[in-house]
């Protein structure tokens, strides 16, 4: 059997494919796991602690994203497990393959192995760039390589990638946007200001008794030594009208959240 090496382009691509695949499918796990209360409850904890201390470094949050760091390699790494191709290998045409017998596929573990070193990936790019041919260190170690076995999916790469990737954008954007107002909404800071707003006679005078609050609260909360400072944007519903509140919020070590500016502003 001729050997026909895996070129470092189709290489480059394939990994760069995996990665976008990888994360997308491991956003969606992530989401559909936070949809159940127990989970979602302890996340919204851990938030809330980081924001309160402003540091991650309470309440295990560290363990947290070290456990999600570990659940995603685990995944990235098997991503050859079957038949030695991955799904960015499978649009590249490439597979990997035995050094000594091209046509058996690796173990499962080796396969495994064989993606640790992805961890120094910038190594392993030098060392794939230097070997003649063309292995890295993760190659060198499960004594594989990675042949051409195939054309690339050109026809069903854009067909598949474009959809991939403007999930990948808005579950991405989605989460970062959630995050953020649960971050905002589970703060000793909103919940001063939110009992502020009901409270305020100046706001029932503007818009009525307020009905609801929007989940889109936006807002910056810092905490130094004790010291605090908070903005916060959030929609208000009014019995008779809409209107949008902006807060600023201070606190000090001996005294709890206070306003100490607020705006509101009628919604279009």
Known sequence: MELRLASRKRRFIAHWLDQLYCVTLFLGI??????????????????????????????????????????????????????????????????????????????????????????????????SAVSSDKRRFGDMMTDSIVLKIGKSKKLLLPLTTFPILMVFLT???????????????KSDAYKAATEYMYNNDFVKAQIGEIQNLGDDADGQIEIKNGYGKATITISVYGKLKDAKAELLLEKTPDYDWQVVEFTLSSEP
């Open 171 to 185: 579950t991405l954007s989605f989460n970062t946007t959630t995050s953020s107002s649960l971050a905002v909404k």
């Open 30 to 127: 992530a989401n559909l796991l936070l949809l159940i209360p127990p989970v979602a409850e302890l996340f919204e904890g851990y938030i809330a602690d980081a924001v309160e201390t402003n540091s991650a470094a309470v309440s295990g949050v560290p363990y947290v994203f070290l456990s999600i760091a570990v659940a995603y390699n685990l995944l990235y790494f098997s991503k050859e497990s079957f038949r030695g191709t991955s799904p960015g290998k499978y649009m590249m045409g490439i597979a990997v393959r035995h050094k000594g017998n091209p046509e058996s596929v690796p173990s499962v573990a080796k396969l495994f192995t064989r993606n640790i070193p992805l961890l120094i990936w910038p190594v392993e790019g030098v060392v």
